[in-house]
């Protein structure tokens, strides 16, 4: 079963709660938050206080996903702020990826690192036992509406292979210009969880729009 994880990114950020809260009842599996600080993305959204706002708004998993540098400083604050999932880049200078894996986990939250365009699968392979799942990006982070690139289909294929190969269980989320034109094709390559934030936000009928995400 395919999960759609709608990026808070394109909603409103006046209405940042009534946003969050329609989410299940379009259907979504997951409320993706995203962070930028300034210094890893040209682009700066919000933190701890923000999620902690939302919490109480969903009772869907709330799935942050960090841009910034020194990730480890922020797993503390979001847990606290009620996050249920933590992801972070290998590319954000942060010298112990695996020891970051384990502090999310013993907190009790699901965790995954995130690969950036031209950063190849390799850097995540040694992770894989420890990684709730692998969010691919599929543009470059740092704004909503961006084209998808499609070299990320065949890096999701590797990827899967290599996670089939050794027989884990390890979800592949895609981020970044994710539409009923390439969802499918993420599908195919072996994505389990995809997040949308222009494609749900600005539709007509963000219900439809989620089920159509799914291609079943
Ligand atoms: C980009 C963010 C994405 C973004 C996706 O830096 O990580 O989550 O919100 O937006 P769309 O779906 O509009 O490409
Ligand atoms: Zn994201």
């Known amino acids: 079963m395919i999960k759609i994880a709608p990026s808070i ?34 682009n700066i959204t919000f933190g701890p206080p923000t999620c902690k706002a939302i919490r109480p708004h969903t009772e869907l998993p709330i799935d942050v996903h960090l841009m910034v540098e020194h990730p480890g400083d922020w797993i503390i604050p979001f847990h606290d702020a009620g996050a249920d999932i933590i992801t972070f880049h290998v590319e954000s200078g942060e010298h112990h990826l695996h020891s970051l894996l384990q502090r999310i986990h013993a907190l009790g939250m699901k965790g995954g690192v995130v690969l950036n ?93 989620i089920q159509m995400l799914r291609c079943e």
């Open 9 to 42: 990114l394109s909603a409103d950020f006046a209405n940042l709660g009534e946003a969050t809260a329609k989410l299940s009842g379009w259907g979504a599996d997951w409320v993706h938050f995203d962070v930028m600080d300034g210094n890893f993305v040209p």
């Open 117 to 209: 365009p031209a950063t190849p699968i390799e850097s995540c392979i040694h992770l894989l036992p420890d990684c709730d799942l692998v969010l691919m990006m599929s543009v470059n982070p740092g704004f909503g509406g961006q084209k998808f690139i499609p070299e990320t289909l065949h890096k999701i294929h590797q990827l899967r292979q290599e996670i089939e190969r050794r027989n884990l269980s390890v979800d592949i989320e895609v981020d970044g210009g994710v539409n009923p034109e390439t969802a499918k094709a993420c599908i195919d390559a072996g994505a389990t969880i995809l997040v949308a934030g222009s494609a749900v936000f600005h539709a007509p009928d963000p219900k439809a729009m």
